[in-house]
């Protein structure tokens, strides 16, 4: 079977990989899958490609070129060293080094290729990249779209009928499209993108972000200092991916730069959240390209099948959850995203040579593992917080931070959930324990709650006070299996552990005033409520509001504590009655009572 290589001539990396035997596999060299698509020419004359041409980008900007993809079509000249090139010809510089390294691999000489292009280029900028092939030896066989390889990896041995939206999102540019597949024929339906936006933009607020938090500290402009801008954007584009995993990062470069005579360090923290804030406003305009190819479809978000995940930029946490919140749950980035395209070219090129191309198989999550909030910011004890997404590929990381609810709380517990609705009552418990000893400080106590999955299904859960680094965790041993909800005894258990007052901890003489004026036991309480078996399902949001008051109970006291004891049992009790006009009425005034509590104590 001849071997046609599959090949990604990306804006920021390029990739390349072929069939063998019925896999698609893609060609590393030196550990690295990606080739930057850099270019240079260093001081004595020599020709870089990829990492090195990358390193020497901020010393030496005029001996090196980024992004020639960008120049595709166009009739310029890009000078490098003492020469000036077409955008072709430094296109086949990138394509060379991918066919020599597939070369490496394989142990034999290759000369086909299919290649991929964005789906709005253009027929000038489809034949500048045949040429571009041609000039590296190589005889393409077929230029496809982008979206449609990606399609391919995830499609590759269907016979449904199926719409997909691609969202790529790489390091230069963003393009979402909609693809048709039927009976194995893959449509472009419609496409639409920004040709500047993607992860390096992201890096850039961040630099900015950082240089004016250094600036502020210590009175210096790292933007002065090639490099310094060398070192920063590295940190900061590190620091990025890792923030897709982690609730926060610590960003460190010693030795950044000298003031006065004295050596000036970086050393800083920052949060998902703070970069979510500065990325959103980009996001949005993704989203507004989302609706537009969707309209140009004429589609609606219910149409669409599977969403698949296609570039680097593409893991970042919050692009997931605005996607979600526009086409629902059904996004799939299990295949590398940045590798996807480049699997979807090979699998082509397999097609073409008619080599038997298997499924793209790897090990996932079937189901979604997480915890429920117990965060300052939710109110019922209920909402479900995923944590590692289903699909996500095994082994994975993935930590959330969490805040605590009241002042001096000394304990929280983690439970942990398997299962996909948003109400935790209707997934599986698969674990719990308790953090305790906690800082007696103020709420929203930082709770970092960490999740490692590993090939076996054996899940470690790790729950972390991040002042203090005080830690608890429990094993889980077949996560990946599937288990069963059992939602009244978890319920139930809830209640019981809500009203039982244990997540609040009040000072000693508090609590001792307390005890005496208590009219109930907390820790019976639930048990003296009598609750009729089964009114929680149809009363959830009645259930949360009672647990919500029931958080105050030891922590008011005389009157106020009376008064909200009873308002609760006389929301049981209509619940149990099932006495709607009651119960209407007495959720306003429960409601009021905790809304006046909250703004008191
Ligand atoms: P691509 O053009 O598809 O190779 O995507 C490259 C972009 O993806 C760069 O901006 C990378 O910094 C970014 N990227 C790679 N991995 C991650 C990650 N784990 N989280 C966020 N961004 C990432």
Request: with cysteine; glycine share 6%; net charge negative.
């Amino acid at each position: 079977m001849e071997t046609i290589l599959g090949i990604d001539l990306g804006t920021t990396n390029s990739e390349v990989s072929v069939i063998h035997g019925n896999d698609v596999v893609v060609i590393e060299k030196d550990g690295h899958r990606l080739l930057p698509s850099v270019v240079g020419i260093d001081l004595a004359g020599n020709l870089l490609v990829g990492h090195p041409a990358k390193n020497q980008a901020i010393l030496y900007p005029e001996r090196t070129v980024k992004s020639i993809k960008r120049k595709m079509g166009e009739d310029v000249r890009i000078k490098l060293g003492d020469r000036e090139y077409t955008p072709p010809e430094i296109s086949a510089m990138i394509l060379r080094t991918l066919r020599s390294y597939a070369e490496e691999s394989l142990g034999q000489k290759v000369t086909k290729a299919v290649i991929t292009v964005p789906a709005f280029f253009n027929d000038t900028q489809r034949e500048a990249t045949r040429l571009a092939g041609e000039l590296a030896g190589l005889d393409v066989v077929r230029i496809i779209n982008e979206p449609t390889a990606a399609s391919l990896v995830y499609n590759s041995n269907s016979t449904l009928r199926e719409t997909l939206l691609v969202y790529d999102l790489g390091g230069g540019t963003f393009d979402v499209s909609i693809v048709r597949v039927e009976d194995g024929v893959l449509e472009v339906l419609a496409s639409h993108g920004d040709t500047h936006l993607g992860g390096d933009d992201f890096d850039q607020l961040l630099f900015d972000y950082v240089c004016e938090a250094f600036k502020k500290q210590y009175k210096t402009d790292l933007r002065e200092t090639p490099v310094a801008v060398s070192r920063v954007l590295q940190a900061v584009e590190e620091a990025k991916k890792r923030l897709s995993t982690e609730p926060f990062t610590q960003i460190k470069e010693e030795f950044i730069t000298e003031k006065d005579g004295a050596s000036l360090h970086l050393d800083m923290e920052l949060s998902r959240h703070q970069y979510e804030e500065q990325i959103f406003p980009l996001l949005e305009k993704t989203l507004t390209c989302l609706n537009d190819a969707l309209n140009d479809a004429q589609l609606h978000p219910d149409d669409i099948d599977k969403v698949i995940m296609v570039g680097g930029a593409s893991r970042t946490p919050i692009v997931h959850q605005l996607l979600e919140s526009r086409v629902g749950n059904k996004l799939h980035g299990e295949i590398d995203p940045d590798l996807c395209v480049t699997m979807g070219a090979a699998i082509q090129g397999g097609l073409i040579s008619g080599a038997k191309v298997g499924r793209v198989l790897i090990d996932i999550t079937p189901h979604t593992l997480g915890t429920s909030v117990f965060d300052s910011r939710v109110n019922s004890p209920f909402v479900f917080s995923p944590i590692i997404k289903r699909n996500t590929p095994v082994p994975c990381s993935r930590s959330n931070v969490y805040g605590t609810v009241f002042d001096n709380q000394e304990s929280v517990e983690v439970n942990v959930y398997q299962g996909e609705a948003d109400d935790v009552r209707q997934n599986a418990l698969i674990g719990e324990f308790l953090l305790t000893g906690l800082a007696k400080v103020p709420r929203n106590n930082q709770i970092i709650c960490r999740f490692d999955l590993d090939i076996n299904g054996i899940l470690h859960v790790t729950a972390i006070e991040k002042n203090t680094g005080r830690a608890e965790n429990i094993t889980v041993e077949n996560a990946l299996a599937e288990h069963r909800p059992e939602a009244n005894r978890l319920f139930r258990d809830h209640l019981n552990s809500f009203f039982a007052g244990e997540e609040t901890i009040p000072d000693e003489s508090e609590k001792e005033e307390e005890d005496s004026e208590s009219t109930i036991d907390d820790k019976d309480f639930a048990n003296q409520l009598g609750l009729a078996d089964g009114w929680e399902e149809r009363y959830a949001k009645e259930a949360a509001l009672i647990q919500r008051a029931s958080a105050f109970i030891s922590k008011v006291t005389g009157d106020d504590r009376k008064d909200l004891e009873t308002r609760i049992r006389e929301l049981v009790d209509a619940v149990n009655r099932n006495d709607s006009d009651q119960i209407t009425s007495l959720v306003s005034q429960l409601d009021d009572l905790v809304y006046y509590l909250e703004d008191s104590v």
